[in-house]
C-alpha cells in the first residue's frame, strides 16, 4: 500500500471517529428540561428512572420521557421554556414522549394524554423563515397540532373526546382526516368509530364541531392559573434579557429586582433574615443519565438554581445574579458564600429523593387555606402562588417588626362545582351553552415600587 494511499485511509477514519465523538454531545445538547411548577393534592410524576410513580413536588424537573398524573384531589401544571404552560386537571395522566430541539433551535414537544383532562396555553415561537416551535397532543388516535398561540382543553371520556378552545385555533387530525377547531368552538370525537372510519364510509364522520362548549369543574382553576401568569409575567420592573420565561411570574411576585453596586441588576424573595440561605430548604431528585439534581422547595424556586449564580452581599444578604443563559445548572452556584454556609452537595449513591431542611413543600389539598401564617426568615416557603395580596407591604412590615403576619388568603377553587360554558347553545351540537364565568377571587397584581428600596425585603 502506498504511503499516499495511507494517508487517505488514515485522515478518512480521523473524519469518521470525529463525527461519531460529535453525535453523542450533539444529542446531549438537544435534550430540554421542563419544570413543574405547580402541584395540588395528590400528583406522582415517574421520571423514567425504572422506579416508577412517585411522589411529586414544585420545580421537579420534567424530561423527555417522564409522566405526571394526578389523584381525585390532585392538579399540576407544567411550565414551558417561553412561559407556556400544560395543566392536569384531577384523575388525569400526560406522558411526555418528546422534548427536544430541532436543527434550527426551535423547540419540539410530544406530549400524550392517557386519561382524563388537560388545559393548553401555549405560545409558540417562529423566527423569520425557520421553522417555528411545534407542539403536538396526542390523545388515544388523534392528534392535536398547535403553530400559534392557542388556549383549549382536551378531555377523554369513555369512549369519546372534546376539545375546547378558548383562545386561538387548532388543527386536528383523526383517523378520518383532519379538521380545524377555530376559538370559542368546541369538537366532539367518537372514538369507538376511529378504527371503523378507515374502511366504511359511512363511519367518516367521527367528529362534530360545535359553536360553544361545555364548561368543566376545572375551568376556573386554569383560568386563575392563567390570570396570576397574565398579571405578573411582566410585572415588578424586571430588566433581565433572558430567553426564558418559566418562572418569571414566581419571581416578580414573591420577591423584587434591584441594582446593587457591584453586582448588577439582582433579584432577591420576600420575608428573609440575615441568617436565611437559598440552600437551607430542599432536596435532591434522581435522574438517569444526569445524576441528581437540586430542587428548591420555594415556590419561586426554579430559574435562581438553574440560571446564573447566587452572590452573598454584605449588608444584603442573599441575591440571584441572573446569567449563563446557555447551560441549566442542575447544581446551583454560589459566589462568595459566608463561611458556615453549607452548598449543596449531591448525594453520592443511590437513585432516592433526599430532603434538606425543610424539605419540599407539602402539596395543599385544595389550593391555599382561608388564613395564612407567614414567618419571618420563610422566604415565602408554603405560601401558594397568587393567594395573598401586597407580599411586598406585607414583607416591609415584617421587616420592621419581626413577628409573624397572619394573613387572609383568596378562596380555593372548587373541585367539584361547575361553572358555565360559553356561546349560543345550537341545536345540532351536543354541547350546552351559556356565559363564562371561569375565573376564581385572586390577590390583586403587585407593581414593585420604583426606584427599589435602600435594603431589599
Do not use: C
Request: aromatic share 10%.
Amino acid at each position: 500500500m502506498s504511503i499516499a494511499r495511507l494517508g487517505k485511509m488514515l485522515a478518512m477514519w480521523a473524519v469518521l471517529a470525529a463525527a461519531f465523538l460529535v453525535v453523542p454531545a450533539s444529542a446531549e445538547s438537544k435534550a430540554r428540561i421542563v419544570r413543574l411548577s405547580e402541584v395540588q393534592g395528590t400528583v406522582q410524576i415517574d421520571r423514567a428512572t425504572g422506579d416508577g410513580f412517585d411522589k411529586a413536588f414544585i420545580n421537579l424537573p420534567v424530561i423527555e420521557g417522564s409522566r405526571l398524573k394526578t389523584g381525585k384531589d390532585g392538579r399540576a401544571e407544567v411550565e414551558f421554556e417561553d412561559g407556556s404552560a400544560l395543566r392536569l386537571a384531577p384523575d388525569s395522566e400526560v406522558d411526555f414522549i418528546r422534548l427536544a430541539l430541532g436543527d434550527d433551535g426551535q423547540k419540539l414537544s410530544t406530549v400524550q394524554l392517557v386519561s382524563g383532562t388537560v388545559y393548553a396555553n401555549l405560545h409558540p415561537k417562529k423566527v423569520g423563515d425557520k421553522a417555528g416551535d411545534q407542539f403536538l397532543l396526542n390523545f388515544a388516535r388523534e392528534s392535536v397540532t398547535v403553530a400559534a398561540a392557542a388556549h383549549f382543553r382536551v378531555e377523554l371520556a369513555d369512549a369519546t373526546a372534546t376539545v375546547a378552545v378558548f383562545k386561538g385555533k387548532l388543527s386536528a387530525t383523526s383517523p378520518s382526516g383532519q379538521f380545524d377547531v377555530a376559538e370559542k368552538h368546541s369538537a366532539t370525537i367518537d372514538l369507538a368509530n376511529g378504527d371503523l372510519a378507515k374502511n366504511d364510509p359511512a363511519k367518516k364522520d367521527t367528529f362534530v364541531i360545535a359553536k360553544n362548549y361545555e364548561a368543566d369543574p376545572s375551568d376556573a382553576w386554569d383560568r386563575q392559573q392563567t390570570d396570576y401568569h397574565d398579571r405578573y409575567a411582566s410585572a415588578g420592573g424586571s430588566s433581565i434579557s433572558s430567553p426564558y420565561g418559566y418562572g418569571m411570574s414566581d419571581l416578580n411576585y414573591y420577591g423584587n429586582f434591584m441594582t446593587v453596586p457591584g453586582y448588577g441588576n439582582v433579584w432577591q424573595p420576600y420575608f428573609i433574615g440575615a441568617n436565611w440561605s437559598p440552600f437551607q430548604d430542599g432536596g435532591w431528585a434522581f435522574y438517569p443519565g444526569a445524576g441528581y439534581m437540586w430542587v428548591s422547595g420555594y415556590p419561586w424556586g426554579w430559574m435562581p438554581y438553574n440560571y446564573g449564580n447566587w452572590a452573598f452581599v454584605p449588608g444584603f444578604g442573599w441575591v440571584w445574579q441572573p446569567g449563563y443563559w446557555n447551560s441549566w445548572n442542575g447544581i446551583p452556584r454560589a459566589v462568595n458564600p459566608p463561611v458556615r454556609t453549607k452548598v449543596p452537595t449531591p448525594p453520592v449513591r443511590g437513585h432516592q429523593t433526599v430532603m434538606v431542611g425543610l424539605g419540599l413543600a407539602a402539596n395543599p389539598a385544595a389550593g391555599a387555606p382561608r388564613r395564612l401564617t407567614i414567618n419571618p426568615g420563610s422566604a415565602s416557603f408554603g405560601v401558594p402562588r397568587g393567594s395573598v395580596r401586597h407580599l411586598d407591604r406585607l414583607a416591609k412590615t415584617m421587616d420592621r417588626t419581626s413577628r409573624p403576619v397572619v394573613v387572609a388568603t383568596a378562596p380555593p377553587v372548587s373541585t367539584t362545582a361547575p361553572t358555565t360554558g360559553f356561546g349560543t347553545s345550537s341545536s345540532s351540537s351536543p354541547m350546552r351553552g351559556g356565559t363564562s364565568t371561569g375565573t376564581a377571587p385572586m390577590g390583586a397584581p403587585h407593581r414593585s415600587a420604583a426606584p427599589p428600596p435602600s435594603r431589599p425585603h
